[in-house]
């Protein structure tokens, strides 16, 4: 039996609880970066059996059942809707406007947003919707 000294020490740094808190980082990151996409909006779009998918880079009018109005997730007075409007045509090089407006919005009101948005020089306009889904009896 051999009891002399012991040779020199290795140091050594264990990983595996850094790579278990990066893992668990990246996940908590990825799946709270989805809840910020969708802004809390709550509208109820009308049904339709015929629709396209759009996908692109379009600006997105929102127009709720209570009468309030956001370009993007910025809340807009009517009043003030010509001028950002203006201002979100200059940023995209794509003439192209989505209106997601909930179906209990009065047609004249939309009508007025269509036409705010031409006049600012919107080309392109988008009428959101949902697929049609049939009533089950």
Known sequence: MDFGAPGP???????????DMVL????FFMISS???????????????KTSDNYEGNATRLTMTAAGLVFVGDEKVEWEG????????RQRSERAVLVIKADES?????V?????????????????ATTPYVPKKD
């Open 9 to 19: 020490l290795r140091p050594e740094i264990n990983v595996t609880p850094l790579v």
């Open 24 to 27: 668990l980082l990246l996940i």
């Open 81 to 88: 809707l010509p001028k950002v409007l203006a201002r979100e």
């Open 105 to 109: 919005v009065k047609h004249g009101s």
């Open 34 to 48: 989805s809840f910020v996409v969708q802004p809390g909006i709550n509208i109820k779009l009308p049904q339709s």
């Open 111 to 127: 009508v007025r947003a269509m036409d705010t948005a031409r006049q600012a020089g919107f080309e392109r306009i988008a009428i």
